[in-house]
Nanobody, 126 residues
Framework: QVQLVESGGGLVQAGESLRVSCVASGRTFSTYVLAWFRQAPGKEREFVAG????????RYADSVKGRFTISRDNTKNAFYLQMNSLKSEDTAVYYC???????????????????WGRGTQVTVLS
């Protein structure tokens, strides 16, 4: 069982940066692939970024590529989403997620992720 807790959301102006963090419980953190998803009001939850077991492999949604960076620190049971050049359309609740199956990283489908945080609000003012 893994419990995930996000932090770091907030209110920023367009063009600014923000980093959200997710800390996981458990002793097998390095065996999970990890991801960030987001959900804006009235929209479906969408994949934002994913990272493999070691942190060397990452993938991004086209809408955030070049602006967002996902990373993990297996020594701290934590992973992060650094968001730069934020836009108003990035406004959403951001969720962290973990999965045992590597396919979850490869496909980026929410239903392949086993554990979820409760979310943290990110609001970008234009």
């Amino acid at each position: 069982q893994v419990q995930l807790v996000e932090s770091g959301g907030g209110l920023v102006q367009a063009g600014e940066s923000l980093r959200v963090s997710c800390v996981a419980s458990g002793r097998t953190f390095s065996t999970y692939v990890l991801a960030w998803f987001r959900q804006a009001p009235g929209k479906e939850r969408e994949f934002v970024a994913g990272v493999g077991w070691s942190g060397d492999n990452t993938r991004y949604a086209d809408s955030v590529k070049g602006r967002f960076t996902i990373s993990r620190d297996n020594t701290k049971n934590a992973f992060y989403l650094q968001m730069n050049s934020l836009k108003s359309e990035d406004t959403a609740v951001y969720y962290c997620a973990a999965a045992k199956r590597y396919m979850a990283y490869e496909e980026g489908w929410a239903n392949l992720y086993d554990y979820w945080g409760r979310g943290t609000q990110v609001t970008v003012l234009s």
